[in-house]
C-alpha cells in the first residue's frame, strides 16, 4: 500500500534505505510492468539498478552523502509557487549497463525506463502527500521537473543528429533534448497511474495526459489528452506553442 511505499523516507541507515527501497520497487513494479514481472520471486537478489531518489525544499541539503562510484543528479526546479531539489544517485555500474542497451522506439524507452525510476516515482508521491497536491497539480509538478532540465541537442550533447536516451541517461548527463525529457515524464507519469501518451508533432515530442485539466489536447482511442510541453519552463498543461499550432498531432501509444 501507499505507506508502505512511502516507508523509506522515514529511514536513515544507508542499508535500511537499499533494502525499502527494493521493496517498494518490488511492490510498484509489480503493479505497473508485464505479468512476467509480477510473477518472478520476490526472493531474488536485488538488482544492481537501485537508484536513490528524494525530493527536498530547494534550501534544503541532502540528508544522504553522495556514495562512491555513483553518479549523484542534484539540482533545483520550480512550481508557479514553490521550489525543489531533486537528489537522484545512480549507481555507475547501472549506468554503463544503460548505456549499452539498444536505442529503442519512443514507447519501448518509456516502458523500460519505467523500472529503472520507479525510487524518483516515489519521491514524487511522497511529494504529493506532503504538500497535499491534488492528482493534477503533482503531473504539473512533474512537467516542471522535465522543464528544468536544460535543453541541448543531440548534435551538441552525443555528436548524433538524433539520439534518444533512456530516463536514466538524461538524469546522469543532466541535459536532454525534447524527447529524452518526454520520455523521463512519461516514464514517472506512467508510474503513478497516469494515463499517458507521447505526442509528435512534426520533428517534436511532447507528452499527453489524460485527467481533469483545461486548455488544448487531443482525442485517442475514446479519451482526451492535454498536451505537455517539456522542452523550456513556462508551459503548464495544456498550454500549446504558438509554432505548433498548425501542426498535425501524432500519437504514440505507450501501452
Known amino acids: 500500500d501507499e505507506t508502505g511505499l512511502l516507508r523509506i523516507f522515514q529511514l536513515i541507515t544507508p542499508t535500511q534505505i537499499f533494502r525499502q527501497q527494493i ?9 505497473k510492468q508485464p505479468e512476467q514481472l509480477q510473477s518472478a520471486p520476490v526472493s531474488q537478489p536485488p538488482p544492481i539498478k537501485l537508484i536513490w531518489a528524494e525530493i527536498i525544499p530547494a534550501d534544503k541539503q541532502p540528508i544522504k552523502p553522495q556514495p562512491q562510484m ?18 537522484i544517485d545512480i549507481p555507475t555500474e547501472f549506468f554503463a ?27 514524487f508521491k511522497q511529494l504529493q502527500k506532503t504538500e ?6 503533482l503531473a504539473n509538478v512533474i512537467l516542471n521537473f522535465a522543464q528544468s ?9 552525443v555528436g548524433m543528429e538524433d539520439y534518444h536516451n533512456y530516463a536514466i541517461e538524461t538524469l546522469a548527463s543532466g541535459i536532454g533534448d525534447c524527447e529524452d525529457k518526454s520520455i523521463l515524464m512519461a516514464a514517472i507519469t506512467e508510474n503513478l497511474g497516469y494515463d499517458t501518451i507521447l505526442v509528435n508533432p512534426y520533428g517534436h515530442i511532447a507528452v499527453g495526459i489524460a485527467g481533469d485539466f483545461k486548455g488544448y489536447g ?7 489528452y492535454y498536451y505537455a510541453e517539456t522542452t523550456t519552463p513556462g508551459w503548464q498543461i495544456g498550454e500549446l506553442r504558438a509554432d505548433l499550432t498548425d501542426k498535425e498531432m501524432n500519437v504514440i501509444p505507450i501501452s
Do not use: C, M, W
Open 218 to 224: 487531443i482525442d485517442y482511442q475514446g479519451k482526451h
Open 149 to 157: 532540465i536544460p535543453y541541448i541537442k543531440d548534435k551538441v550533447s
Open 97 to 123: 549497463e544503460v548505456k549499452k542497451r539498444d536505442r529503442k522506439d519512443f514507447d519501448e524507452l518509456v516502458k523500460i525506463s519505467q523500472s529503472d525510476i520507479v525510487p524518483l516515482s516515489i519521491a
Open 23 to 31: 521493496t517498494a520497487e518490488e511492490q510498484l513494479i509489480a503493479e
Open 70 to 87: 555513483n553518479l549523484r543528479y542534484n539540482a533545483k526546479f520550480s512550481t508557479p509557487t514553490k521550489s525543489y531539489r531533486v537528489i
Open 132 to 137: 497535499n497536491y491534488s492528482n493534477e497539480q
